[in-house]
């Protein structure tokens, strides 16, 4: 979890919060946090970890993967499955999805599928 310590300091030192600030701001406490970031600590929970992406502005999965709560098998069945879907905008998205119900309409998704 010594990478993750290193990103999340990156993280918080780009957002010009001290590790006072993060505990006042989502109770993540300091000590915890240097720790973890000095690669020390482990103690992080993933509810911890959501808190610090959500304040630092990251994301919370790629931030799962590196503390070893997610490995990309676990991903693999929620990827996107088309190549440049990110480019998409919201209206865009809103669009296809539209269209894949109407393609799959009356379909039934299996648990396999999930």
Known sequence: MS???TYLKEARNRCHLSLKDVQ????????????????????????????LAQLYGIGVI????????????????????????GLLNEEERQSIQTQINL???GRQVSDHDL
């Not at 993540?28 to 600590?41: F, Y």
């Not at 503390?67 to 990827?79: M, P, T």
């Open 62 to 85: 790629p931030l799962y993967v590196m503390a070893g709560y997610l490995d990309e098998s676990d991903l693999s069945d929620y990827q996107l499955v088309f190549e440049n879907a």
């Open 3 to 5: 990478n993750v310590g």
């Open 103 to 105: 393609l799959t309409k």
């Open 24 to 51: 006042e701001r989502c109770g993540v406490t300091d000590s915890k946090l240097s720790r973890l970031e000095r690669g020390e600590g482990r103690d992080l929970t993933p509810y911890d970890l959501k808190k």
